[in-house]
């Protein structure tokens, strides 16, 4: 009998871990404040920025888990189906249960990294980068709109295009390369792109009926159209600001 008792001891320890209230039934407890809709924002190694959309449902999965979809995602963010709550945190799983992320809760959501080493958010609702959104390194929020290509947040006198008065023009700069069209349309014939940190007239600025606002601009004996705010990869921009000098 005495052989055994070696034994006995740990199969009664895990036995109680088990039972335990915070182990495996843990997931099922935090399941209803986690359950949801949710806006999943990632910041990749290059800086790039992607927001889309994942529900967490508190429907169990046959594979283990819970259920899990993702809207708009890219990456491996798109092959969300499964997802299980854990002490302080979640994990993202595909269909498989190979692990896609995993996050701790924090006070503005979750946070934590994607298997490919994004950065990676979880906050409530919206579809993108919005006033609710998680700080990133040094304090800073994602912005709503960038300028240019660089980490700033474009600034409030250059979010919209100029308003200009019939006959007025202003000297405006590009502040990433873009296209100088026949119209303002993206589908429009380009005359060529705009390199960065040239100056060039803007005449008349207004809304296009396929979206965006558009200038018509005259720069070296040419005159064509650039759209104000592009958007790639999640991430919106202004091309140009609406002076010349350097902000």
């Given at each position: 009998?005495?052989?055994?008792?070696?034994?006995?001891?740990?199969?009664?320890?895990?036995?109680?871990?088990?039972?335990?209230?915070?182990?495996a039934g843990a997931q099922f407890d935090a399941a209803p404040l986690l359950a949801g809709r949710w806006t999943?924002?990632?910041?990749?190694?290059?800086?790039?920025?992607?927001?889309?959309?994942?529900d967490l449902s508190t429907a169990g999965s046959i594979f283990g888990g819970m259920m899990a979809s993702a809207g708009t995602c890219t990456g491996g963010l798109a092959m969300v189906a499964r997802w299980r709550a854990e002490r302080g945190g979640i994990t993202l799983s595909?269909?498989?249960g190979a692990a896609l992320g995993r996050l701790?809760?924090?006070?503005?959501?979750?946070?934590?990294?994607?298997?490919?080493?994004?950065?990676?958010?979880?906050?409530?609702?919206?579809?993108?980068?919005?006033?609710g959104a998680p700080s990133l390194p040094g304090g800073r929020r994602?912005?709503?709109?960038?300028?240019?290509?660089?980490?700033?947040?474009?600034?409030?006198?250059?979010?919209?295009?100029?308003?200009?008065?019939?006959?007025?023009?202003?000297?405006?700069?590009v502040v990433h390369p873009a296209h100088l069209r026949t119209a303002p349309s993206l589908a429009?014939?380009?005359?060529?792109?705009?390199?960065?940190?040239?100056?060039?007239a803007a005449e008349a600025c207004a809304a296009a009926p396929g979206g965006g606002?558009?200038?018509?601009?005259?720069?070296?004996?040419?005159?064509?159209y650039m759209l104000k705010a592009f958007e790639r990869d999640g991430?919106?921009?202004?091309?140009?600001?609406?002076?010349?000098?350097?902000s």
């Open positions: 009998m005495r052989r055994f008792v070696g034994f006995a001891a740990p199969c009664l320890i895990t036995l109680a871990a088990l039972l335990a209230p915070g182990a999943a924002q990632t910041i990749d190694r290059f800086g790039a920025r992607r927001a889309c959309r994942i595909d269909m498989t701790w809760q924090r006070p503005e959501g979750l946070a934590g990294a994607t298997s490919a080493g994004e950065r990676l958010w979880l906050t409530r609702g919206g579809d993108g980068f919005g006033a994602p912005c709503q709109l960038y300028y240019g290509a660089s980490e700033r947040c474009a600034p409030a006198a250059d979010i919209d295009a100029p308003r200009l008065a019939p006959g007025q023009s202003v000297t405006v700069r429009a014939p380009s005359l060529g792109i705009v390199p960065l940190n040239t100056c060039l606002e558009w200038c018509r601009m005259r720069q070296a004996g040419r005159t064509g991430r919106r921009m202004i091309l140009f600001s609406n002076r010349c000098s350097a």
